[in-house]
């Protein structure tokens, strides 16, 4: 259990600093980047809803509504 343990943690500490970088690229208006920062969580996480949301968000701003709309229907799929 330790092992696993040292792992979450490690998988935790990615995430969350992949969560930070997004949220300062967006910030700072780089959605490419913020975007990668998002596609890289998914990658560990497919399911995490935040990063769906954020995603949708990046993709409104950008104006690329097809891409949110997909955003949409996949945090649907997730719920359901």
Request: charged letters at 45%.
């Amino acid at each position: 259990k330790l092992i696993s343990k040292v792992k979450y943690d490690k998988i935790s500490n990615k995430l969350i600093s992949l969560r930070q970088q997004a949220r300062d690229f967006e910030d700072k208006k780089e959605f490419d980047k913020a975007l990668k920062c998002c596609d890289e969580i998914l990658k560990i996480r497919p399911d995490d809803e935040i990063t769906i949301n954020s995603k949708r968000m990046i993709y409104d701003d950008l104006g690329k509504f097809q891409e949110a709309i997909e955003c949409c229907d996949k945090r649907i799929e997730i719920k359901f």
